[in-house]
């Protein structure tokens, strides 16, 4: 593929910070990461919801909604994984840009590429949500029964089967989602917001 070599990048006439003090609060991306059946979604789901009723700009990124159309044309495969997890990472930036609180909600079960996403933000700006579920309940859970189809050998290169997840090694939030309620959870996130006074 020829990469483009003549393009400049354009500051925007106005200026994230000029974004956050009209919004009353700052951007950040909150980086949902875990199994599949953790809990990732519903909680980014509920957590945006929050937001969104206390009057944040705020929005989703959801790993399934983004493969049916920005990142379609890529399998599951380790390298377009890695590929997968750097656009959104760029698409999260122009968000963050933007003055929103995005939420991604991602497996993204590579450590190496959390951390080259974490160094596209400034700091304080890219917070890891280490959704942490032990297997056997994600599995007993499976709510798209991929487990199921995973075990059976239907699926190749399911992260916590046949491929590795790799979990944070200092995430700014762990919730556990086995333990916890999603309200609790929520709460767990929305209480970090606001130590580090982001909202």
């Known amino acids: 593929m020829t990469k483009a070599t003549n393009i400049t990048w354009h500051d925007s006439t106005v200026t994230k910070l000029e974004r956050h ?6 951007s950040c991306v909150l980086w949902f990461t875990g199994l599949s059946g953790s809990g990732k979604s ?17 929005y989703v990124l959801d790993g399934d909604n983004i493969r049916h159309g920005l990142n379609k044309d890529l399998g599951f495969s380790e390298q377009d994984r890695t590929e997968n997890i750097r656009r959104i990472g760029e698409v999260a930036k122009l968000f963050v ?7 991604t909600a991602f497996i993204s079960p590579f450590r190496s590429d ?21 297997l ?14 995973a075990r059976r050998g239907e699926i190749k290169d399911f992260t916590g089967i046949d491929s590795p997840y790799e ?5 700014e939030i762990t919730i ?15 209480t970090y917001l606001r130590d580090e006074n982001i909202i």
């Open 114 to 134: 959390r951390d080259q996403v974490r160094e596209l933000f400034e700091a304080g700006e890219f917070i890891e949500v280490f959704v942490d579920c032990p």
């Open 136 to 149: 056997e309940e994600c599995e007993r859970r499976d709510p798209k029964q991929l487990y199921v189809k």
């Open 97 to 103: 840009d933007s003055g929103k609180v995005v939420t």
């Open 21 to 26: 003090a009209q919004n009353g609060h700052r």
């Open 176 to 190: 556990h989602s086995d333990q916890l309620s999603v309200e609790e959870a929520v709460e767990q996130v929305l």
């Open 167 to 171: 979990a944070p090694d200092k995430p």
């Open 42 to 58: 519903t909680i980014a789901n509920a957590v945006s919801n929050e937001l969104f009723r206390q009057r944040i700009n705020e």
